[in-house]
């Protein structure tokens, strides 16, 4: 599985990338900002982007909408925090499959949303 994991605060990068790290069959590549992150889905194919609501220079919400505009069958998924319901609520209307709290990313619901998006299911041990 390949994910692209964007989000500018790298030790929430990291700490994600640590959850993950338990399944050798997930490949991460990092971008810590949007048009970075724009350019690496243009260029490759993932199975699915994990980003946070709101990134500095193209937020979620608009990453959301232009990504599905070129590459439809995307699967975007956008993390957020307290204040940030309201982008959330707009990425998933733009077309995120999903939104989690940036406080539940943790291996069960990471497992059951790949799991409900059909991806390829990381097993966590």
Same mark, same amino acid.
């Given at each position: 599985?390949?994910?692209?994991?964007? /989000?500018n605060?790298?030790?929430?990068? #990291?700490? !994600?990338?640590? *959850?993950l790290?338990?399944?050798? =069959?997930?490949? !991460? $590549? #990092?971008?810590? %900002?949007?048009?970075?992150?724009?350019? *690496?889905t243009?260029e490759n /194919?993932?199975?699915?982007?994990?980003?946070?609501? #709101?990134? @500095?220079?193209?937020?979620?919400?608009?990453?959301?909408k232009?990504?599905?505009?070129?590459? @439809?069958? +995307?699967?975007i998924?956008? $993390?957020?925090? /307290?204040f940030?319901i =309201? +982008?959330?609520?707009?990425?998933?209307?733009n077309?995120?499959?999903?939104?989690? %709290?940036?406080? /539940? *990313?943790?291996t069960?619901?990471? #497992?059951?949303?790949?799991?409900?998006? %059909?991806?390829?299911? @990381?097993?966590?041990?």
């Amino acid at each position: 599985m390949k994910l692209l994991l964007v /989000d500018n605060n790298k030790a929430i990068r #990291e700490g !994600i990338k640590n *959850l993950l790290r338990r399944n050798s =069959e997930i490949v !991460i $590549t #990092e971008a810590f %900002h949007s048009l970075l992150a724009l350019q *690496l889905t243009l260029e490759n /194919d993932f199975d699915a982007i994990l980003i946070y609501t #709101e990134m @500095p220079i193209v937020n979620g919400s608009d990453f959301t909408k232009y990504l599905l505009i070129k590459k @439809p069958k +995307s699967v975007i998924i956008g $993390t957020f925090l /307290d204040f940030n319901i =309201e +982008s959330a609520n707009q990425m998933t209307q733009n077309g995120a499959k999903k939104c989690i %709290h940036k406080a /539940d *990313l943790n291996t069960l619901l990471l #497992e059951k949303i790949f799991q409900e998006l %059909h991806c390829c299911v @990381p097993v966590f041990v």
